[in-house]
Each structure stands twice: as C-alpha cells, then as structure tokens.
C-alpha cells in the first residue's frame, strides 16, 4: 500500500484529490495538511511514502518544503501539484528533490501513472512540463544554430543501437508525435479514438523498445531525431 499525504491550502481541492486516489486499491491518503507547518507534523506522525504537494502554499511554500524534506527524510518521495507548466519552476522543483512534477489539470490516470512511476525510483513530468523542459534544453544546447545543426549534435548524444523512429510501428510513432507535442493520455485516447489502457500499453512499449522509461526522454528522442520540432 502507497501511504500519500495531500499537502494543498484548498480543502475542495483535497477532497478531489482524495476521492480520485480512494478508486486505486493500492493507494490511501492516511493524512491531510494545508500548509508547511501541519505537513511536517504529518510526516513524523504518519510517515508516509510520498508526498502529493502544492507548490503555492502560505508561509513556506512547496518548494522551500520540499527541500527541508529532502534534508530531514531522503526516502520521502514528493511530486509537486502545480498550475505552471514553465520550466524555471519545473526546474527549481527537480533541484530541491521533487521525484515529480504535475499539472493540477492532469486526469486521474496521469496522476496514478506519475504515482507509480515515482514509487519505482523514475522522474515523472507531466506531458506539457516535458516538452517546455525539453524544449528550452535543445535551445539552450543548440543557440541560434539551425534546426539540422542542432538536431544533429543532439542525436551524437543518443545511446548507440538506438531505435530509430522508422523501426516504429506506425500507432507508436504516432503516440510518440503526440506525447512530444505535449498531449496528456486522456487527449491521446480522445484524439485516437482507442482507451486511456492502449495509450499507456502503447506508452509502456515505446519505453521498452527504446530503452527510456520516463516522458521527458520520450519527448527529448523524437525532438532530436526530429518525429517533431520545437515549433509544432
């Protein structure tokens, strides 16, 4: 059993949360706090395996509390609950040891999905945050070079024996284009027409064949073998 502790100022918000996670039969919510001062009290009281926190919270707020949790319990995993998809914030998460970064608009089976990714010792960002992160990354490596320049030091960096996307089945790579442009799994299986379980055993193939297990690798490959560019 996951045992999650909801840190968020919003109660309604909470609440969602929790009815969402009561439908996973391997995950409790076993405390609630609404700012830094209620969740550091949870944490020696309940020692919880995760925390599920809002980065905007009053007094000190998520990220400050993230890092003294890093500093206090290292096993603690924390994924930051966020409105903002910029990557300065996404950033500034990952430096003070947040496991994960997730978009408050996210569907329930994003959330389940960056649950158990994070439980595994993986990275999880939301589609979105992927793609802005991934995005001023090849920028910043590229300049002001042009789109083959970059793409073609930046695919000198992949791992050797790497898939290329035409040794893709067709529906992978069309899965892929869409992850990269920073589509959730619900708008995946909307756009597609198939369910949120094929978008994320397609999801879970692409991972396998290529050998990269978070979305942030998934988006940085089909940026640099160019499956999309920066401005689709």
Not at 36 to 43: D, S, W
Not at 81 to 105: C, I, W
């Amino acid at each position: 059993m996951i045992r999650i502790l909801l840190v968020e100022d919003h109660s309604l918000v909470r609440a969602g949360i929790r009815a969402l996670l009561a439908g996973l039969d391997d995950m409790t919510v076993v405390a609630e706090a609404s700012d830094a001062e209620g969740a550091i009290r949870q944490v020696a009281q309940q020692n919880p395996d995760m925390v599920l926190m809002d980065i905007a919270l009053p007094g000190v707020n998520g990220l400050e509390l993230t890092a003294h949790f890093q500093r206090t319990h290292p096993q603690l995993q924390v994924i930051i609950l966020s409105m903002y998809a910029d990557e300065e914030y996404v950033l500034q998460a990952l430096r003070v040891g947040a496991k994960g970064y997730l978009l408050k608009d996210s569907s329930i089976g994003e959330l389940e999905l960056a649950i158990r990714a994070v439980m595994r010792g993986e990275a999880y960002l939301s589609p979105l945050v992927s793609r802005h992160v991934v995005s001023a990354f090849v920028k910043q490596q590229g300049g002001d070079a042009d789109a083959n320049g970059a793409r073609s030091r930046a695919t000198s960096h992949l791992k050797e024996g790497l898939a290329t996307p035409n040794q893709l089945t067709p529906r992978q790579r069309e899965i892929l284009r869409l992850i990269a442009q920073g589509q959730t799994t619900q708008g995946i299986a909307n756009q597609l027409s198939i369910s949120i379980k094929t978008v994320e055993t397609h999801r879970a193939q692409l991972m396998e064949r290529l050998n990269i297990h978070s979305i942030a690798g998934l988006v940085r490959y089909a940026v640099h073998t160019g499956l999309v560019s920066l401005d689709d």
